[in-house]
């Protein structure tokens, strides 16, 4: 069964960083992503890392967040940089269902509980 697990959600103010881990157990597959769901807001996908070692990114983010995985580790990581109040959101890394990284959650095989950045203008 795989499983998922965030760490280092924060509290932080506006142009500051945060790098966000998920470590990974028991996937064999070669796409990961990075959701997130804002208050009153659906789940948003952010960021995918597939097999060839290449991120993608939504616009919101695009320039400003990095995507990267440790595979001797099995941890993926988010560097998260000049954020802003909209980052605002609980952070969800999730294991995809096939080798091609689709961003909807049925593509999802797998989630973490999530870990909470908050960001203060």
């Known amino acids: 069964q795989v499983h998922l697990v965030e760490s280092g959600g924060d509290s932080v103010q506006a142009g500051g960083s945060l790098e966000l881990s998920c470590v990974v157990v028991?996937?064999?597959?070669?796409?990961l992503a990075w959701f997130r769901q804002a208050p009153g807001k659906g789940r948003e996908w952010i960021s995918s890392?597939?097999?060839?070692?290449?991120?993608t990114y939504s616009d919101a983010v695009w320039g400003r967040f990095t995507i990267a995985k440790d595979n001797a580790k099995n941890i993926l990581y988010l560097q998260m940089n000049n954020l802003k109040p909209e980052d605002t959101a609980a952070y969800y890394c999730?294991?995809?269902?096939?080798?091609?990284?689709?961003?909807?959650?049925?593509?999802?095989?797998?989630w973490g509980r999530g870990t909470q950045v908050t960001v203060s203008s």
């Open positions: 999730a294991a995809g269902r096939s080798p091609t990284c689709f961003r909807s959650d049925y593509a999802q095989s797998a």
């Open positions: 028991n996937y064999d597959g070669s796409c």
């Open positions: 890392k597939d097999a060839s070692g290449e991120g």
